[in-house]
C-alpha cells in the first residue's frame, strides 16, 4: 500500500509510477485526498488513500490488495484452499464409515451432523477458493 499523504515540502512520500515501467507523463491529482499519486494509482475510500495499482479493497483482511502485497494475498488464499482442502479429504472417511455404521467416533449424540456440517463447509470453501485461485492466476 502506498500512502500520499503529504510530508511538508516534498509533495509526496511515494514513487511516481509502476517500477520500472513509468510512462514519463508524471504524477496526477487525486480528485478525492487532492494530493499528488503515483501512476496507475486508484483512491480507496475504504482506507482514505491512493493505492498503487490497486485490486480491491479485502474486507478479511481490512486492507487494499495492490502492488505490495499482492504476493500476500495470493499465499494467504493459496493456504485456505490447502486448509480446506485437507479438512474436507480428513473428514471424508469417517463420514462413509459412519454411513456404513462401522464408526467407532460417533458415539457422542449430535456430533454426526456437527461433523457432517463441518465437512460441508469445508467442502464449499475448497470449491470457492479453488475457483478464486484459478481466476487470480489467470490474470
Not at 496507475?40 to 490497486?54: A, E, K, N
Request: some cysteine; overall charge positive; hydrophobic content about 35%.
Amino acid at each position: 500500500v502506498v500512502s500520499t499523504q503529504s510530508t511538508g515540502s516534498s509533495g509526496i512520500n511515494a514513487e511516481y509510477g509502476h517500477p520500472g515501467k513509468s510512462k514519463g507523463t508524471g504524477p496526477s491529482k487525486c480528485r478525492t485526498c487532492r494530493t499528488n499519486r503515483p501512476e496507475r494509482s486508484h483512491h480507496c475510500r475504504q482506507c482514505g488513500f491512493c493505492v498503487l495499482m490497486m485490486d480491491h479493497h479485502c474486507m478479511w483482511i481490512n486492507n487494499c490488495i495492490g502492488y505490495y502485497n499482492y504476493g500476500y494475498f495470493m499465499r494467504a488464499c493459496a493456504y485456505v484452499l490447502i486448509g480446506a482442502v485437507y479438512g474436507t479429504v480428513a473428514l471424508w472417511p469417517e463420514l462413509v464409515a459412519y454411513a456404513d455404521g462401522e464408526s467407532a467416533m460417533f458415539n457422542i449424540p449430535d456430533l454426526p451432523n456437527i461433523c457432517f456440517a463441518a465437512w460441508c463447509l469445508s467442502f464449499a470453501v475448497t470449491i470457492g477458493f479453488t475457483i478464486l485461485n484459478l481466476w487470480y492466476l489467470s490474470l
